[in-house]
């Protein structure tokens, strides 16, 4: 894709995305055999639920058929979400990954695993996990360091809250059965 096609399709679809609640996060436009796919990526600081993926695809589609921006030939519209492991490119989705696990290559040549516990306009606030057994530590990362960022899917996550939980299904379970007894 052009970067004209690209800039042009920017312009005429990123107000209406806004308009929407939402942040246009990526444009591309694919050749799928003889038809073209035109991907946008939404988001925003609450997500995107399927509802709101639906209104704002139905507002694009309106808006590209009354122009000529993709042309003439056919193409598919799909319009989604960054998914899982999105890329951490601009301020806002670093404070999006607020409490999430991200890998960080650094600009140093390093690769980095941790959490993000804060952000500011400089840098992030990280819990860098501990290993073989040792605790956790906290360490400060410039935003000019990081050269990519990616937030890393946890399918086995320790919620610090969890334990409350628990204990409060095992006291459900326990008060039921001290009132069948």
Do not use: C, W
Not at 71 to 96: D, I, K, N, Q, W
Request: net charge negative.
């Amino acid at each position: 894709m052009s970067t004209t096609q690209s800039e042009r399709l920017r312009e005429l679809l990123e107000p209406l995305v806004a308009s929407q609640g939402l942040d246009l996060e990526e444009i591309a436009v694919d050749s799928v055999g003889r038809k073209r796919v035109l991907r946008v990526v939404v988001d925003s600081d609450t997500g995107a639920d399927l509802d709101r993926i639906a209104d704002v695809s139905r507002a694009l589609s309106a808006k590209l058929d009354e122009t000529d921006a993709m042309g003439e030939g056919e193409y598919t519209l799909e319009v989604g979400t960054p998914g899982a492991e999105r890329s951490l490119t601009e301020h806002r989705h670093y404070v999006r990954a607020t409490d999430r696990l991200v890998r960080f290559q650094l600009h140093e040549g390093g690769e980095l695993a941790a959490r993000i516990l804060a952000v500011d306009d400089d840098g992030l606030d990280l819990e860098v996990p501990g290993v073989k057994g040792r605790k956790a530590t906290t360490r400060r990362l410039a935003f000019a360091d990081i050269d990519k960022a990616r937030v890393q899917v946890e399918f086995n996550r320790k919620d610090d809250g969890g334990g409350k939980n628990d204990k409060n299904d095992k006291n459900v379970k326990n008060d039921k059965e001290e009132e069948e007894a």
